[in-house]
């Protein structure tokens, strides 16, 4: 993902493009992440989802993830100041701001480490079915649990095995 490792057969595309004729700014500018540990800033929530942006937020966005339910709770609704040290702010809702952030922006290629952890199953199901239904995006999972959502919805699941990545046949 990083572009330092060449590939030793075939080549890695993006957009159907070797990612080694891509520009750096280019290729990092349509990769974007989301991990366990969820960077949430001292901002507004709508800051939050739009990096600072003025471009709107999406609002298909925040209810397919349930978001509204937070915003509407709060006084000031998406204006709302939230911090990452904020209590009155689940890990899941955390976590719900942060692919909101990324399905916000114009990704090709989305990498989730663990991201939907501090979510139960039926918001982890709501979830990987608002980001697998966008078109034309690449979504790289790193799970430790597999959804049957995720494997209908998968063109190919690779398994690390004796440190290799290895294909899930199903």
Request: hydrophobic letters at 35%.
């Amino acid at each position: 993902m990083q572009k330092q490792e060449i590939a030793t057969e075939g080549e890695v595309q993006l957009n159907n493009k070797n990612i080694l004729n891509i520009t750096d700014s280019t290729y990092y500018s349509k990769i974007g992440f989301a991990t366990q540990d969820t960077g949430i800033f001292t901002a507004s929530i709508k800051d939050n989802i739009s990096l600072f942006d003025n471009k709107p937020v999406d609002k298909t966005i925040i209810e397919q993830l349930g978001l509204n339910t937070l915003i509407n709770s709060k006084p000031k609704g998406i204006d709302t100041v939230i911090s990452s040290e904020d209590k009155s702010i689940s890990g899941g809702e955390k976590q719900r701001i942060a692919i909101a952030r990324l399905l916000n922006e114009d990704f090709d290629c989305i990498l989730l480490d663990e991201s939907t952890s501090s979510l139960d199953k039926h918001s982890v199901d709501i979830v990987e079915e608002c980001i697998l239904s966008k078109k034309d995006l690449t979504v790289i999972a790193i799970t430790h649990h597999l959804t049957s959502k995720a494997i209908e919805m998968s063109d190919c699941i690779l398994k690390l095995e004796d440190g290799k990545l290895v294909p899930v046949t199903m």
